[in-house]
């Protein structure tokens, strides 16, 4: 019963491929976040829903787009894949009594 | 727009030596967090610091918070080879993150 999982944890594909990432957790949190990490191991914010709604939406190309059925699910929908999507994408959720965040394991993406 | 600093980058020491690793923020934040990555793993989340003064302990790791100084410590002490991982400052409503710091703890 893992808190906050992805998947899948391993992507490859071609590019210019359409692919979708999940996100589920079971901590009832009311938010929930997309990271990207590159391969210098920086993180960055991409996505932040909160009860469903989107809160922050940082500069990523119009390529992605998240996806929130419910306050427990998250999921990462990239159009035409470039090399350089190829990266981990970290799910994360928090809630506002609780600050702490936590990570899903990340769903390494490499597009070939 | 927040903005966090890491330093050192990275940052080998011998086991049993203590160091501190800085985060410095650039505007007000009213949280500050701490995180270990383990290489291929996720993000383990080490301390949640929420106000000024605020100091946290667990095992060989300590974390405070100065919030005039803007600045956060990750100090460590009588460092083991288990220690070795990144370690990431971040803060702010949007979990703003900087860059880590790698740290090899050698035996």
């Known amino acids: 019963d893992t808190a906050v999982s992805q998947t899948p944890k391993y992507l490859v594909t071609q590019m210019g491929n359409d692919k979708s990432i999940k996100c589920e957790q079971n901590?009832?949190?009311?938010?929930m976040y997309w990271y990207k990490q590159d391969s210098k191991k920086f993180l960055k914010i991409m996505f932040s829903y909160n009860n469903k709604e989107l809160i922050i939406n940082e500069t990523v190309p119009n390529r992605f787009s998240p996806k929130s059925p419910d306050k427990a699910h998250l999921n990462l929908h990239i159009n035409s894949l470039e090399l350089g999507d190829s990266a981990v994408y970290f799910c994360a959720s928090s809630s506002v009594r609780n600050t702490e965040a936590f990570f899903g394991q990340g769903t390494r993406l490499t597009v070939v | 727009e927040l903005k966090v600093e890491q330093n050192p980058l990275f940052l080998s020491m011998q086991e049993g030596k203590n160091y501190t690793i800085y985060c410095n923020y650039s505007?007000?934040?009213?949280?500050l967090y701490w995180y270990r990555q383990d290489p291929g793993k996720s993000l383990e989340s080490l301390f949640v610091l929420l106000s000024n003064g605020a100091v946290k302990q667990e095992g060989r790791l300590m974390a405070s918070l100065d919030t005039k100084a803007r600045l956060s410590t990750l100090h460590i002490t009588a460092a083991v080879h288990d220690l070795s991982a990144t370690y990431f400052c971040a803060g702010g409503n949007k979990l703003v993150f900087g860059a880590g710091t790698i740290l090899r703890v050698k035996s």
């Open positions: 505007t007000t934040s009213d949280r």
């Open positions: 901590l009832g949190h009311d938010t």
